[in-house]
């Protein structure tokens, strides 16, 4: 029975750990971002030594695949499953992008180190995949119901592509000094012109 809680005990410090380790890295990632955080960081910052970072994460990709879950985790990206409900594609993509740019704002400074990160760490590029990919999905939801010609379907595509992007957000709410409501209606503006010359 004693060995059986001792080996419980021992489990729940290594979890503890390993967590305590996985919050030190989202911080550091956070603030100064994945190229400038270093192991003896993330040991100072979760209170161990390095060999114990080491012990609980051989390797980067595993420390950033922990990483990125936790991420997520804490700040989930818009769902959007819900706007499929939104029948008129107007206010879909009004809805869509006040949840999105309101995100952005949560979440500025990790978009800015791991935008930068990412053109010389391949494993941020990797850890960033599945976000690629639920924005592909955002995207899909907000191409529907539009009125437009077959052939500027690719002028919508690229517009609602370049719309849902931190880049853009960062550049006409930080950098042009918009707000989000704003920069959203012009958005909204630029993809109805498309859509109104393709049904003329």
Not at 32 to 46: H, Y
Not at 77 to 93: K, N
Not at 142 to 154: F, T
Not at 181 to 193: K, P, W
Request: hydrophobic content about 40%; overall charge positive; proline content about 5%.
């Amino acid at each position: 029975m004693q060995r059986t809680y001792q080996l419980k005990q021992r489990g729940e410090r290594r979890d503890e750990t390993r967590q305590r380790i996985i919050e030190a890295t989202l911080a550091l990632h956070t603030s100064v971002g994945p190229a400038r955080t270093t192991i003896s960081a993330i040991a100072d910052r979760a209170g161990v030594e390095r060999l114990t970072v080491y012990r609980h994460f051989p390797d980067e990709r595993a420390r950033f695949t922990a990483c990125s879950a936790l991420g997520r985790a804490k700040n989930p990206p818009p769902d959007p499953t819900p706007w499929r409900s939104i029948l008129d594609p107007e206010t879909r993509l009004q809805t869509a992008l006040s949840e999105i740019y309101a995100y952005y704002r949560r979440t500025e400074q990790r978009w800015v180190n791991l935008t930068r990160d990412a053109q010389i760490m391949p494993v941020v590029r990797e850890a960033m995949e599945p976000l690629h990919k639920h924005w592909a999905l955002m995207r899909e939801v907000l191409e529907a119901g539009w009125s437009v010609e077959s052939s500027r379907r690719n002028l919508l595509h690229a517009a609602l592509g370049h719309a849902l992007t931190f880049s853009t957000w960062q550049s006409l709410v930080q950098e042009q000094g918009l707000a989000d409501e704003v920069a959203i209606e012009l958005l909204v503006r630029m993809i109805r012109c498309i859509t109104s010359e393709g049904a003329s």
